[in-house]
Structure formats: structure tokens, C-alpha cells
């Protein structure tokens, strides 16, 4: 079972930034897909963004486009979400999910094709 864990998260004033991370502190990253969720309650989860194994592919929601960068550090094991222009619809609790796709240039945003997944870390923005 591959170990994520997110950190990052926190509560920001709109118009203002945050930095996720999602690393696999006992495993590699290699050959994975990432992908970047998030959930308020009682919705279903989102996929926000994701990132091929290779980090050539990426994809994001319309929502986010512009505002948010993911890219990933195989050097330091680890998958970032940079958040800009963060609004209060995109609060919400964030999590990463992997999924093995080892030579397949390509990710995904559905969250029933992830395999693994972080426990969440939370962000909030408000005034």
C-alpha cells in the first residue's frame, strides 16, 4: 500500500496563496500518476488537477485553470499544488491520489480510477 501524506493546507484571505505537497514518505513516487481532489461536505470529491508519471501531462479543472500549477520533484518524492487567486469556492479538504501508470503518458481527474489516497489536508479561505 503506497503512503500519501498532504501538508500545506491551512486558511487564507481570497486573493491569497497556498502551496500543497503531497509526498510518500516510506515509497516512491516513480510510475505514478497524481492527482489532486478536493471535498466539502456532502459533495462528492473533485478532481482538481493531476500529473502524469513522467510530469509532461497535466490536466485541470475549468475552475482553477490559470490559478493553479501542479508539477512534481521525483528528486524529493514528492507532487505540489500550487494555489493562487484562491476564492472561497475552493476551500474545501484536499486530497492526493496515485495511480500506477507506469509508461503511460497520461492522468487522470475521475476519483474512482485512484488507487491510493492521503488522508486530506484542509484549506479555508475567508475574510
Known amino acids: 500500500q503506497l503512503e500519501l501524506v498532504e501538508s500545506g493546507g491551512g486558511s487564507v484571505q481570497p486573493g491569497g496563496s497556498l502551496r500543497l505537497s503531497c509526498a510518500a514518505p516510506r515509497s516512491t513516487l516513480d510510475g505514478f500518476a497524481i492527482g489532486w481532489f478536493r471535498q466539502t461536505p456532502g459533495n462528492e470529491r473533485e478532481g482538481v488537477s493531476c500529473i502524469s508519471q513522467s510530469g509532461e501531462t497535466t490536466d485541470y479543472v475549468d475552475s482553477v485553470k490559470g490559478r493553479f500549477t501542479i508539477s512534481r520533484d521525483n528528486a524529493k518524492n514528492t507532487v505540489y499544488l500550487q494555489m493562487n487567486s484562491l476564492n472561497p469556492e475552493d476551500a474545501g479538504t484536499y486530497y492526493c491520489?496515485?495511480?500506477?501508470?507506469?509508461?503511460?503518458?497520461?492522468?487522470?481527474?475521475?476519483?474512482?480510477?485512484?488507487?491510493?489516497w492521503g488522508k486530506g489536508t484542509p484549506v479555508t479561505v475567508s475574510q
Open positions: 491520489a496515485a495511480r500506477w501508470m507506469y509508461g503511460v503518458e497520461m492522468c487522470s481527474r475521475n476519483h474512482f480510477l485512484m488507487d491510493h
